[in-house]
DNA sequence: TCATCATAATGAGTTTAACTCATATATACA
DNA sequence: TGTATATATGAGTTAAACTCATTATGATGA
């Protein structure tokens, strides 16, 4: 009984697997699924049984690939307790799974535009949502602990994060400079730092301050919506 | 003899004008070559003598696209002097734009997974680069004048503009909240500052007009009970 | 004005590859 | 071991991008 789903799911796991290595060769489009069955050592007609169409088979590669490193990405935290040095870990580790995993990040690419295809269904795109998840957690521990100050939204400072060094992936990709990792990591670090400890400096005038009170006052409102 | 090259060119365009808004309704994979056809009044043959296949149609659309915003992001800046506030400015315009057009930003993401597709030819997915030229300039610019630090470096400074940017244009597009534009900029702009202003005396000048965005924003929030 | 040639447009026909489904095989259970 | 259910197969169907032989257009010059 037991034994009959453990060969269906590790049936599953083969296909995913063969995919991968397909798509990553070749790319989504020029990426056959008679290439798929053969990989997998299955009739084409098979790889229906498992998955609707070629774009749930790339959905389900790239959701694979972001819960693998979900779970390295965690071990890579657990190193230290220190919020910012979390953060940065974070940032390190990221980027360099980004660079490295270049083809399936582009991979997830197909999953943006191809959402409106197929009429409802492959709605969500949320491969991503726990990964993502990590970040807002160093964060609001690192608030909770009175480390890190609320100054700018957690939805932004995600957004920035994440963007951020997707936008530099990419440029260390198309430059092909892995060497240059750390500098970023390193940038970046220093951009958030002064927003996010809680005794930075905050200048002199009072008119800085009151714009402060007045950012987090609106962000409040706008939470409320 | 013009008027014949003329004709030729405007019936390209009509044919980047009838994709677009075929590519706009479906999607790319559900827009079909004989939609597009028909909505240029011309044969479905007769695409294949201005472009390769569908590919190149999309990339004609999306380069296109970037070529009318930047045109219009030029003129937005040419309304200040002042480099901070050209930033702002470029930020301002660029996020507006994001979510406004976001259906032809996600045509651009065709574009990049499919780049390895019909090998070479598609090569360089480099429509954006006078665009983020834009941004090259005003930083250069901010600093040829002594007003602009360089303590970031320029590729890391605009991967954080504009991944932050697009990040933040997905996340408004997908909540659907197209009134929180200005705090993001405003966050943006926040983070940016300290890295740029030299020794940061800009006080008055930059608190105020940070000031004149808050209102705004304000006052769209008040609107909306 | 018409004849000739070059350039452009056409759409029926070809090709490719995703997807289906009738048939075959394996597996569970009595 | 026999039967029923679940799973696998791959030849066949279909849809849509792309081709190309044919037709139309329009420029040029006698």
Redesign the pocket.
């Known amino acids: 009984?037991s034994?009959?789903r453990a060969k269906?799911e590790q049936?599953e796991k083969r296909i995913v697997a063969a995919a991968r290595t397909v798509f990553l060769k070749h790319g989504f489009n020029k990426?056959?699924?008679?290439q798929i069955a053969d990989v997998a050592a299955?009739?084409?007609?098979?790889l229906?049984?498992y998955y609707k169409?070629?774009?749930a088979i790339v959905k389900a590669v790239v959701v694979d690939h972001w819960r693998q490193i979900t779970d390295e990405a965690q071990d890579a935290l657990s190193k230290t307790k220190d919020s910012f040095a979390q953060l940065q870990a974070l940032a390190d580790y990221h980027l360099t799974m980004m660079v490295k995993h270049w083809r399936v990040i582009e991979l997830g690419y197909v999953l943006y535009y191809s959402r409106s295809d197929d009429a409802g269904e492959n709605a969500g795109v949320d491969f991503k949502r726990t990964y993502a998840a990590l970040f807002d957690r160093i964060i609001e521990r690192g608030q909770d602990k009175g480390h890190f100050t609320n100054e700018l939204s957690l939805p932004f400072l995600r957004d920035l994060f994440y963007g951020t060094l997707e936008y530099a992936a990419r440029t260390l990709v198309l430059h092909n400079k892995p060497e240059d990792i750390d500098t970023n990591v390193v940038q970046l670090m220093a951009v958030l730092r002064p927003h996010l400890s809680e005794n930075a400096p905050t200048d002199t005038g009072d008119d800085k301050a009151m714009l402060k009170r007045l950012e987090r006052a609106v962000r409040k409102l706008e939470r409320l919506h």
């Open positions: 009984m034994t009959k269906l049936r990426a056959k699924m008679s299955l009739a084409e007609g098979t229906y049984l169409n070629k774009n």
